[in-house]
């Protein structure tokens, strides 16, 4: 990969063995990264990025105007996000073990020890987020091995700071970020597709998009959806 420059955008170019030219404006702070056949150069594809100017700046100006969350502390009152609702984080202290529950569809209880620690909370909420993701999971792999004709060896939650989801083609194992508790249970599901995929078809080529329109039609809608909701502090893409 290498960088081109127009106007005064640095854009990404990775030259694939693709057919057609693909341009992605990138979460969270919109850098362009355009996918180009082996045999187009560079002036080409200077060309190809101004023509598309004006969808381009649109699309960082969405990013720029995309909620994003302050560094959560983990105290009552905060927003917290679960399968993609909002909830008000409640903290309740007492001497027994720590507990999280939802409760009337509106808070999230944090049953914490009196003169716990920030980290601590956050802790007992990310352990939580992480026993809730494992329990989800396991009936969507099993439904899209049987889907797509592959199967895992293993599949693993991950806190990831890069990527909603990794696969190791060789090992046949997906990791899904941690941070996909938090968002619609379709994007977990479109991530789980999206690296499932890989085991037949390696890279983000025309192959490998055939084959996203074939298994799960919508994955445009749902990546979209995914890369606009309201961003963390640490700022996740995809």
Not at 1 to 20: A, E
Not at 114 to 130: D, F, G, H, K
């Amino acid at each position: 990969m290498h960088h081109i420059k127009v106007s005064d955008l640095l854009i990404d170019v990775d030259r694939k063995q693709i057919k057609n030219l693909h341009l992605s404006v990138n979460p969270p702070n919109g850098r362009v990264h355009i996918a180009t056949p082996l045999n187009i150069d560079d002036d080409a594809v200077r060309l190809f990025a101004i023509s598309r100017l004006g969808w381009i700046r649109k699309q960082q100006h969405k990013f720029e105007a995309q909620a994003r969350q302050s560094e959560r502390k983990f105290v009552s009152g905060e927003s917290h996000y679960f399968m993609g609702k909002r909830y008000l984080l409640n903290v309740i202290y007492r001497k027994r073990n720590p507990e999280v529950i939802i409760r009337n569809k509106t808070y999230i209880d944090l049953f914490v020890r009196e003169n716990s620690s920030q980290l601590q909370r956050q802790r007992v909420l990310t352990e939580w987020y992480r026993k809730q993701l494992k329990a989800m999971s396991p009936d969507l792999i099993n439904k899209w091995q049987e889907i797509i004709g592959v199967e895992l060896n293993d599949w693993r939650v991950k806190q990831m700071k890069t990527k909603w989801g990794t696969c190791n083609i060789e090992g046949k194992r997906i990791w899904v970020n941690l941070e996909l508790a938090k968002k619609p249970e379709h994007c977990l599901e479109y991530i789980v597709v999206h690296e499932m995929v890989h085991l037949l078809e390696r890279k983000h080529n025309d192959r490998f998009v055939s084959l996203m329109d074939q298994f799960i039609p919508l994955w445009r809608n749902y990546r979209d959806e995914l890369n606009h909701f309201p961003l963390s502090f640490a700022e996740w893409k995809y």
